[in-house]
């Protein structure tokens, strides 16, 4: 696996979606040749800060994305999903990373994002649940209990045994991690002062580790604020839209990544071992802390509904057939567009819940389509 700090990816873009503005002292350390394309979130008021840095406004996102538009979510973080689709049409780029405007980026930032694409033999993680990555940040309570990320299942909150051994593929996806200010559910820190603590000296105790195989497709929670993933998996790496009510008063906010993720997670295991999602450095310095009212509030149906969310990518998942990435995530949704009914009643899916499924199903088929060139004239013909 390459470590040096003078490995270089071959085609590396950075992605920044933003709502403030970009920093120049915090990507310093991303070299000069290297493009920058920020996603401006801000209402227009972002400008470049270096050479090779592009500025997307509202009125460029319109231009590049005409009646898909609206698939690009905004006023939260899944606005990146508009460089992603940019970076497919218009751009040869192979390896795609993206960091939030809050973190500082380390020196070794593209060394380690420079096993993407590699394949080779990991050391893999597998067990009965979700893998916790604070735990391997080395994180604990201040009584040594075990403390857990955002978006982990409060009922898969329990010690399971875990499996290690090696994982031979293409690593697809890598989520760098990130200290300092750890990324937590506000309910977490509302309740406990071990969650509330800022962990600046923060690192994993691995440089890399791969979780989950196809016989047993252990997940993590996937946070977008720092990863990097093959050009191929550019349809599949959409983050959910967030924008909306589910009851009056209730946002759904704060899981666009983590739902996002789960289904990346969920089509690599999918292709059968030919690739592999990973864990580890570089490891970036998060900076700021949320609005905690605002991140529990939003997160509230976030974690009522996610039981739900991931039954349907399990039963969309079930019934495809492997392919490219491309071709997984259009048949997946499809198949949960066009079998909604049947499933929902399956799973016994809320009646509160189904609205926002619904149509959140059939903008991702809509993006999907964008990444094939014949289903999408099929996507179009269909009627309801």
């Known amino acids: 696996m390459p470590t040096s700090t003078d490995v270089r990816p071959r085609r590396p873009v950075v992605i920044i979606p933003s709502i403030r503005d970009i920093i120049a002292e915090r990507i310093a350390n991303i070299p000069e040749d290297v493009d920058i394309l920020v996603v401006d979130d801000s209402d227009g008021n972002i400008k470049p800060s270096r050479d090779r840095m592009k500025v997307f406004t509202y009125a460029d996102q319109r231009e590049v994305m005409g009646k898909g538009y609206d698939l690009i979510p905004h006023k939260t973080s899944a606005c990146r999903d508009f460089a992603f689709y940019y970076v497919y049409l218009y751009t040869d780029h192979d390896l795609i990373i993206t960091i939030d405007d809050d973190c500082v980026v380390p020196p070794d930032f593209l060394s380690a994002y420079s096993a993407v694409g590699t394949t080779a033999d990991f050391q893999n993680v597998t067990l009965d649940g979700w893998y916790n990555t604070i735990s391997f940040m080395g994180v604990s309570g201040d009584n040594g209990e075990t403390l857990y990320p955002r978006g982990f299942p409060y009922y898969l909150r329990r010690p399971a045994p875990e499996t290690r051994a090696t994982a031979r593929g293409r690593l697809a996806c890598l989520m760098g991690l990130w200290n300092n200010v750890l990324d937590y559910n506000g309910i977490d820190k509302y309740v406990s002062p071990s969650y509330q603590k800022l962990q600046p000296q ?5 440089r890399l580790l791969t979780v989950g195989t196809p016989a047993q497709p252990t997940k993590f929670a ?6 990097g993933f093959t050009r191929d998996l550019l349809p599949a790496a959409y983050q959910m839209p967030m924008d909306r ?5 209730y946002p759904l906010w704060r899981f666009e990544d983590i739902w996002g993720g789960y289904v990346i997670e969920a089509l690599v295991h999918k292709r059968g071992g030919q690739d592999v999602i990973g864990i580890g450095e570089p490891t970036v310095v998060h900076l700021k802390e949320g609005n905690l009212v605002r991140e529990t509030h939003g997160e509230h149906f976030g974690h009522l509904m996610s039981p739900f969310f991931y039954a349907f990518i399990d039963a969309g998942v079930a019934a495809i057939k492997a392919g490219t990435y491309a071709e997984m995530f259009f048949a997946l949704y499809s198949h949960l567009v066009d079998n909604f009914n049947r ?3 399956d799973i016994l899916i809320p009646e509160a819940y189904r609205p926002y499924f619904r149509e959140t199903f059939g903008r991702l088929e809509r993006w ?3 990444f094939n060139e014949a289903p999408a004239r099929a ?3 269909r009627v309801g």
């Open 343 to 345: 499933i929902a009643d």
């Open 222 to 227: 996937l946070c977008s604020m720092n990863f």
């Open 379 to 381: 996507a179009a013909g």
């Open 202 to 206: 923060a690192r994993p105790i691995e």
């Open 368 to 370: 999907g389509a964008l």
């Open 245 to 249: 009510e589910i009851i009056p008063g």
